[in-house]
């Protein structure tokens, strides 16, 4: 084949060039988001994962919790997540920003977490309920106890010791490490407003809405 060569130094060519495009175009479109300020709460939005929540991100991604967990709400028409009670709206790149490696997860095996801190707040449930359902495990999430030290009773019982679950004379106390995963788990809320998260409205309907 006489123009062999040249035949693949185009290919390879036009398969750098469209992975370049794709690359830095992408990176040009999202690449300088910023919080969004919102004037009537005087607060930027998303916020930074405060630290310790910080940590539990790499406790979560070390756990493999993505495997059975998605944190992206889709918008109706593509999924039920609203349905279900999952977000009030759809997540968007710029709730991602301050994530070096967003956790989106692979299977719906397990609800979705974007908004599980909202939905934690609204329920009631706090750390200690959480640090039990991670101890015990709950309908096919399985039980992570390497988070927990059981430790020997000497004089009070530590604030921090699950209520039940360890044998007399002893206490199960959350490892550091158990309760960075709770903080950043409690961390995650995708309950403010972001423009573009907002649905879209035909240009029809939003001229005779005004009417």
């Not at 750098?16 to 999202?30: C, Y």
């Not at 300020?37 to 994962?49: I, K, M, T």
């Not at 403010?192 to 309907?205: I, R, S």
Request: charged share 20%; hydrophobic share 40%.
């Amino acid at each position: 084949m006489k123009n062999g060569p040249l035949f693949f130094l185009g290919l390879f060519a036009a398969l750098g060039i469209s992975w370049a495009g794709l690359l830095i175009g992408t990176n040009a479109q999202l690449g300088g988001l910023a919080p969004h300020f919102d004037e009537n709460q005087d607060l930027a939005f998303p916020a930074q994962f405060p630290g310790v929540a910080e940590q539990g991100l790499r406790v979560y991604r070390d756990l493999g919790c993505a495997s059975c967990h998605t944190q992206q709400v889709r918008r109706p028409g593509f999924g039920t997540d609203q349905e279900r009670g999952w977000g009030e709206r759809q997540s968007v790149a710029r709730d991602y920003i301050y994530q070096s490696q967003p956790q989106l997860g692979a299977m719906r095996i397990g609800p979705d977490l974007a908004n599980y801190g909202s939905r934690a707040a609204e329920a009631g449930i706090g750390a200690p309920a959480l640090l039990a359902y991670l101890y015990n495990g709950h309908e096919g999430m399985p039980a992570y106890r390497m988070l927990f030290e059981q430790r020997k009773l000497v004089g009070e019982s530590s604030a921090k010791a699950l209520v039940g679950g360890a044998p007399e004379g002893y206490e199960l106390v959350p490892t550091p490490r158990a309760q960075a995963l709770v903080a950043y788990l409690l961390s995650l809320k995708q309950s403010y407003e972001l423009p573009e998260a907002m649905p879209y409205e035909p240009a029809e309907a939003a001229k005779g809405g005004s009417q």
